[in-house]
């Protein structure tokens, strides 16, 4: 009984202290690529384009960064409602207890929702109703408030990966 205590009493006290990381300061966020996922052909055979951003995390902090989950919002430009969101977890992402001073792995994020187009897919991006967008990369570190950690355009160019 002690032992399943001292246990829940651990596990209590491990996840408060991960939420006090303070994830803007200690950590940077480095865009690498943003750009136009080609995401294949639909079921009605049109040609499909996603927004989609790839980053790195740095722990610039002196601890552990703890338990992580990071929001891309992509949002199209002049627009201020969401208009597709990727939540990803820690655990999926290499960023759980990222030690200080270490650099995650890139991370892709490919929005499920963009633009679809009987023409080709460069062709799409050229189309006068084609409108830009940016992401949105928040984080937030155990059972915190989410922080705004960057927020870049999506360049105008197709990436096949």
Known sequence: MRTRFALVLLAAVAATSC?????KASSRLDPT?????????????????????????????????????INCVFKRKGDPEEWSTVLLLGSRTGLNDL????TSAPIVV?????????????????????VDAKVEIFG??????WVKLGEYPITRQLLTQ
Do not use: C, M
């Not at 055979?45 to 722990?59: A, Q």
């Open 19 to 23: 939420s006090n990381v303070d994830l």
């Open 33 to 69: 690529i943003t750009g136009w996922f080609d995401a294949g052909v639909t079921s009605d055979g049109k040609n499909k384009l996603v927004p989609s951003v790839t980053f790195t995390v740095t722990n610039t902090g002196q601890a552990p960064l703890g338990t992580i989950e």
């Open 99 to 102: 030690a200080p001073g270490a």
């Open 110 to 130: 490919h929005a499920p929702t963009g633009y679809t187009g009987t023409e080709p897919r460069s062709d799409i991006l050229q189309n006068r109703l084609f």
């Open 140 to 145: 937030k570190p155990g059972g915190a408030r």
